[in-house]
């Protein structure tokens, strides 16, 4: 067993279960402190200690880092990119401050490691669109984008400048079932699985040629902990790494649901998230994370959506 001690901050959001449950079972329950502004997650419940923080509180933060030991960070707190752009200044000010509380405290404090996740949707309409490269134009246009843009350049400063060990993926979209999705623009392919199942049809709000980079929950979290627990001198990239999986449209995973529920139709309504989806590249190069750390993933679209369905 491990000797850190970890804190995760939005422990009850749809990454920050699945990782605590999983960071829980590597290092320990009581080794890791599950921290949320909302009510403790039901799965979370008895499986290792839970406070309730709010991340822009840079006090509470600092004291519970001291009181608890904290030796790594993983922050989660967000506010996504379909919620960002209904209220942008809200959105721009949370995912700034809680990153810049993190970094600080963790400067101050000398922690050993900080994650943080960026987002595919730092590329923007001038990224190139097919295996969008590491290092090519970076136009975000959502304010989700552009705060995660900032953030990474907020890392690297960090790491650069003050030696802060913090490490980031650029996730594309995440698809699971042990937690719901908390307002992104890829979200219609988790409520697709939901539907096809309770209702046998469902209304998209993407076209069905749009085509968004994806992944699967259990391969996010292997990445994240890969990254995570590989060896200094590999990590080349301070910002944030390009991380992929697979890359798929409405059609297409429709389809493939199809192959298991015969019955199953799907139609079409793009409203405000068409927009942000097409800002946003289509498949991604990963080959960095690939060559950096050894990322390789798992789950490919028919792999996924035969193990969502069998897990619903
Ligand atoms: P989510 O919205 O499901 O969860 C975020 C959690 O943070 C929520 O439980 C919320 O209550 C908590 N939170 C919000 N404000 C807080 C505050 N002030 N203090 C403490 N907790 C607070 O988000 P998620 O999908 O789990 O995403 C986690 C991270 O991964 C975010 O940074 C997000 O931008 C990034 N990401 C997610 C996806 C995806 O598809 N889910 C894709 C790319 C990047």
Same mark, same amino acid.
């Given at each position: 067993m491990k000797k850190d001690k970890i804190l995760v901050i939005g422990a009850c959001g749809q990454i920050g279960v699945e990782l605590t449950l999983t960071l829980r079972k590597i290092y320990g329950d009581t080794n890791v402190v599950a921290s949320d502004l909302r009510e403790e997650h039901e799965l979370l419940k008895g499986s290792g200690p839970y406070v309730s923080l709010d991340v822009m509180n840079k006090e509470m933060l600092h004291v519970l880092v001291i009181r608890h030991n904290i030796t790594q960070i993983y922050l989660l707190a967000a506010i996504l990119s379909a919620t960002g752009e209904k209220n942008p200044l809200l959105a721009w000010h949370i995912n700034m401050q809680s990153l810049l509380n993190v970094l600080d405290i963790a400067k101050e404090e000398g922690l050993d490691k900080v994650y943080w996740p960026s987002s595919i949707a730092v590329f923007g309409p001038n990224s190139p669109k097919e295996t969008t490269p590491q290092h090519t134009v970076i136009e975000p246009t959502t304010i989700y984008g552009i705060s995660k843009f900032a953030g990474e350049r907020w890392c690297e400063y960090y790491n650069h400048r003050y030696g802060v060990d913090v490490r980031s993926l650029r996730y594309p979209g995440l698809i699971s079932y042990k937690s719901a999705p908390g307002g992104? =623009? =890829? #979200?219609y392919a988790i409520e697709i699985f939901h539907e096809a199942q309770e209702e046998k049809k469902y209304t998209c709000?993407?076209?069905? #040629?749009t085509y968004l980079p994806m992944m699967y929950m259990p391969d996010a979290i292997r990445a994240t902990i890969e990254l995570m627990e590989a060896e200094q001198p590999k990590i080349s990239v301070r910002s944030s790494y390009n991380l992929g999986a697979m890359s798929f449209s409405p059609k297409e995973i429709a389809a493939e649901i199809k192959k298991h529920i015969p019955d199953f139709t799907i139609s079409y309504q793009s409203d405000y998230r068409q927009q942000i989806a097409d800002g946003w590249p289509k498949s991604i190069n990963d080959e960095l994370a690939r060559k950096d750390w050894g990322w390789k993933p798992d789950y490919d679209l028919p792999k996924m959506v035969t193990d969502m369905l069998k897990n619903l």
């Open positions: 992104g =623009t =890829t #979200d709000f993407l076209s069905e #040629d």
